[in-house]
């Protein structure tokens, strides 16, 4: 029969489970943050008139997320330690740093596309874009990410909602992205002129995506306008950026420089 009291070498089985359990999903962890490219942003906009020269993105050591790591590795050490004294286990979620962001008046910047939320993804070879998560879901109202015209509202073949923003700076066209909304604001229409204060959509999981995310690309070229040979459709536009990826140019998604996390403004 089953005695209900653990022997004391039934607990060190027990611990040594979770000890190793807990140091393999450790090393998974740890091998996950060291393999992604981490950037130093150290401009919350930028001025696009330098944006030939992306200022961005240099690579830092990963000391800060391994010593984050460490410390949540320990809190589940003492996490398994409590759960052998019989108290249940709870697993708190990994710390998040948070960044302080205030949404300033527009003058010729990119802004942030939300109001809250946390980079997830950085611009990549195959990848140029970024990819932005919120802890509020679809409640998070997408921005433009400057003052343009909305240059299309659609579904992409994988039948995520699509709104792309028109945007001319000293006589250069340049076209925001934003992928996977969940809805789109109302009264929005091809053509209308829009301020990066107007709502063009809520965050969401639409087609190719497996969580709540906004995807943003911004392309040096204006889509669906005819006279521009790289872009006049989707098409165009994806021979464009494979012809781009092929140079090793992906610097059309870091366009757009925005902190790792952010608050609300
Ligand atoms: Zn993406």
């Known amino acids: 029969m089953l005695n209900q009291e653990f022997t004391?070498?039934?607990?060190?089985?027990?611990?040594?489970?979770f000890l190793f359990l807990a140091t393999s999903v450790g090393i998974q962890i740890k091998n996950y943050y060291d393999n992604q490219p981490t950037y130093t942003i150290n401009y919350e906009s930028v001025n696009i008139k330098n944006m030939t020269e992306p200022h961005v993105a240099t690579k830092v050591s990963n000391q800060k997320q391994t010593s984050d790591l460490l410390t949540s590795i320990q809190t589940t050490l003492n996490q398994v330690e409590e759960a052998l004294k019989g108290s249940p286990i709870e697993i708190e979620d990994f710390p998040a740093t948070e960044v302080s962001y205030k949404r300033e008046e527009p003058t010729q910047?990119?802004?942030?596309?939300?109001e809250n939320g946390s980079v997830t993804t950085f611009p990549n070879v195959g990848h140029v874009a970024y990819d932005i998560t919120s802890w509020r879901g679809t409640a998070e109202t997408v921005y433009p990410i400057a003052d343009g015209t909305i240059s299309g509202i659609y579904y992409d073949p994988y039948g995520a909602l699509v709104v792309t923003v028109l945007h001319e700076v000293d006589g250069i066209k340049y076209t925001s992205q934003y992928v996977h909304l969940s809805s789109y604001a109302n009264g929005l229409y091809v053509g209308k002129q829009v301020t990066a204060f107007d709502p063009i959509g809520q965050m969401g999981s639409s087609g190719q995506s497996?969580?709540?995310h906004l995807h943003i690309a911004v392309l040096d070229c204006a889509l669906f306008d005819s006279k521009d040979p790289n872009c006049y459709d989707l098409n165009a536009w994806y021979r464009y950026d494979k012809k781009r990826l092929s140079e090793d140019f992906y610097g059309l998604g870091v366009l757009v420089y925005v902190p790792y996390s952010w608050n609300s403004r």
Not at 8 to 17: D, G, T
Not at 109 to 114: A, G, K, M, S
């Open 109 to 114: 910047i990119w802004y942030l596309p939300t």
């Open 8 to 17: 004391v070498k039934q607990k060190i089985v027990l611990f040594m489970s």
């Open 210 to 212: 497996t969580g709540v």
